[in-house]
T-cell receptor
Framework: DGGITQSPKYLFRKEGQNVTLSCEQN?????MYWYRQDPGQGLRLIYY???????QKGDIAEGYSVSREKKESFPLTVTSAQKNPTAFYLC??????????????FGAGSRLTVL | DQQVKQNSPSLSVQEGRISILNCDYT??????FLWYKKYPAEGPTFLIS?????DKNEDGRFTVFLNKSAKHLSLHIVPSQPGDSAVYFC?????????????FGTGTRLQVTL
């Protein structure tokens, strides 16, 4: 079954620590994305990547970093510079858009709590 | 600046009746609109989309209507079923090339009661 795997599902972090969230996809999608969801808010784009070794900042990239060394993998690091890191993080992927609605497929999410 | 707005945080509908979820947008450059459904602690799943050049798209029990002049779209679910209880997100995309940067609304929680 093709899909997106995010790990860990739940993560606790002490203030001042960096943490990396894993995202792996076997859909052969070229583009990958990281979104953040907070209560009462929509999903906000953190970073996205259209191709290996290239990525762009989204709307709320400050305090986050990503890498795209393989097509299948797009890990997100939440650094200590992120002021309010407690949130639900969603990874997504899509084919490169060639016309029509480009539907993103989402993983099940990772909930990060800063203690 | 919220470019995609869902002004109703919640909606309760009886089983078998119609559910209507609304969404407003401000950016006239959006070229596609999508609806996603989300259960707690899970990722959103795609439901239905509509091109900005269309005014209606139907898929089974789900129909999306687009009123471009009013910058408004709505999702109709007929008949509503208890399994439809979830949070529904409206999203919009701008053609920026090969990747889709979706802008999401804040979501509407739908509860379908027996």
């Amino acid at each position: 079954d093709g899909g997106i795997t995010q790990s860990p599902k739940y993560l606790f972090r002490k203030e001042g620590q960096n943490v990396t969230l894993s995202c792996e996809q076997n859909l052969n999608h070229d583009a990958m994305y990281w979104y953040r969801q907070d209560p009462g808010q929509g999903l906000r784009l953190i970073y996205y990547s259209q191709i290996v070794n290239d990525f762009q900042k989204g709307d709320i990239a400050e305090g986050y970093s990503v890498s795209r060394e393989k097509k299948e993998s797009f890990p997100l690091t939440v650094t200590s510079a992120q002021k309010n890191p407690t949130a639900f993080y969603l990874c997504a992927s899509s084919p490169l858009r060639v016309g029509g609605a480009n539907v993103l497929t989402f993983g099940a999410g990772s909930r990060l709590t800063v203690l | 600046d919220q470019q995609v707005k869902q002004n109703s945080p919640s909606l309760s509908v009886q089983e078998g009746r119609i559910s209507i979820l609304n969404c407003d947008y401000t950016n006239s450059m959006f070229d596609y609109f999508l609806w996603y459904k989300k259960y707690p602690a899970e990722g959103p799943t795609f439901l239905i989309s509509i091109s900005s050049i269309k005014d209606k798209n139907e898929d089974g029990r789900f129909t999306v209507f687009l009123n471009k002049s009013a910058k408004h779209l709505s999702l109709h679910i007929v008949p509503s079923q208890p399994g439809d209880s979830a949070v529904y997100f409206c999203a919009a995309s701008v053609n920026t090339g090969t990747a889709s940067k979706l802008t999401f609304g804040t979501g509407t929680r739908l509860q379908v009661t027996l």
